[in-house]
């Protein structure tokens, strides 16, 4: 599902004298008010409006969107969008008003918290970004990777996160690079010993400096809340019944009583979900994204969630939980190498 505008003769504000063109999906109108049903093949802006009670193109999309997934309309105003990049400053959209949009779903869960891929042609040129909204943390997470973006973390480094475009407040919406390049997910799950070594290795040593260099704002997250969210799925677990429900549980006790017994931990920033499905290698640039659950931390969770991640996809994709052990170990051992916390 897509939906693809192009723009002609635009003055943003004044909606009137905007034409809006639509392939595989949507709309040809003049100041958005009126539909007209759509076609496979794109439509050129003209000057003639489609008459009132035309068909509403979501009732005519000649294939059905993915189970679950509404379409695109009901989720982004594409009108607003382009209002947007024409308002902002040209330190951050240095591109001028774009003159066709293509917008394309990659995940949705509810209309506050959906991703898509947005393509953009301005003036000869065509720009890949990701949009993401966000019910309420949108503005942090922008914030926490403007200030990476500033602490070296660019487009140039071998350790590197998407660069941020901005956030639209009005929209929840944050805008950001798209990062073409090759999944570390797929190196783990396909690649063969060298490359997954090599692949641990350059996770790890972006790990390392993102504990070092990475913002140091907000409240750390208390030992306490990372109980409580282990109990929860400890509890999940026990709910199953069988030989898992008393491991689960013993394992918790562990965790619990050794909370107890800990010292003051160490607190660095922390990812929050650092995993290989978060990570793509674009040549030598290692970019790391998705910084949702950006917090201090002890910087053991993201260390022990990366270890976790490459046992799961052993168990799952590779027959054995043992599979990735080499690469674990070159996990630890460069990122501890690279500057790392002590991993025991």
């Not at 595989?24 to 489609?50: F, N, Y």
């Not at 695109?72 to 969008?81: A, G, K, P, W």
């Not at 200030?147 to 487009?155: D, M, P, Q, T």
């Not at 990062?179 to 783990?188: R, S, Y």
Request: aromatic share 8%; hydrophobic share 40%.
């Amino acid at each position: 599902m897509e939906l693809l505008f192009t723009i002609a003769g635009i003055r943003i504000g004044d909606q009137k004298s905007t034409q809006i063109a639509v392939a595989r999906g949507s709309i040809s109108a003049k100041g958005g008010q009126t539909m007209s049903k759509h076609t496979d093949t794109l439509i050129e802006p003209c000057d003639t409006v489609a008459p009132p009670g035309a068909i509403s193109p979501e009732s005519t999309s000649p294939t059905a969107p993915a189970l679950g997934t509404p379409p695109v309309s009901t989720f982004i105003d594409l009108l607003e969008l382009i209002k947007q990049f024409g308002e902002l400053p040209s330190s951050q959209w240095p591109w001028g008003v774009p003159h066709e949009i293509q917008v394309t779903p990659l995940r949705w869960r509810r209309p506050t918290r959906c991703t898509f891929e947005i393509r953009i042609l301005t003036e000869g040129q065509s720009h890949q970004l990701i949009g993401k909204f966000y019910p309420i943390l949108g503005e942090g997470v922008y914030a926490v990777m403007e200030e990476l973006w500033r602490a070296g973390f660019r487009r140039d480094a071998e350790n590197s996160i998407p660069q941020p475009i901005a956030y639209l407040p009005s929209m929840r919406l944050l805008l950001q690079e798209k990062v073409e390049g090759l999944g570390a997910k797929e190196v783990f799950q396909h690649g063969d010993q060298p490359s997954r070594i090599a692949a641990a290795e350059r996770c790890a040593r972006w790990l390392a400096r993102f504990h070092a260099f990475g913002p140091r704002s907000g409240p750390p997250v208390p030992i306490e809340r990372v109980l409580r969210n282990t109990e929860r799925r400890w509890r999940v677990i026990a709910e199953l019944g069988g030989d898992m429900a008393a491991k689960s549980e013993r394992l918790f006790r562990r965790l619990e009583a050794a909370a107890r017994n800990l010292e003051t931990p160490i607190v660095r920033p922390c990812h929050g979900d650092f995993g290989m499905h978060n990570v793509i290698f674009e040549g030598k640039r290692t970019v790391v994204f998705d910084l949702d659950g950006y917090a201090l931390a002890d910087p053991a969770r993201d260390v022990a969630r990366f270890i976790s991640k490459l046992e799961r996809t052993g168990l799952d994709s590779l027959g054995s939980i043992r599979a990735l052990d080499r690469a674990v170990e070159a996990f630890i051992k460069t990122y501890v190498a690279s500057g790392g916390a002590p991993v025991a």
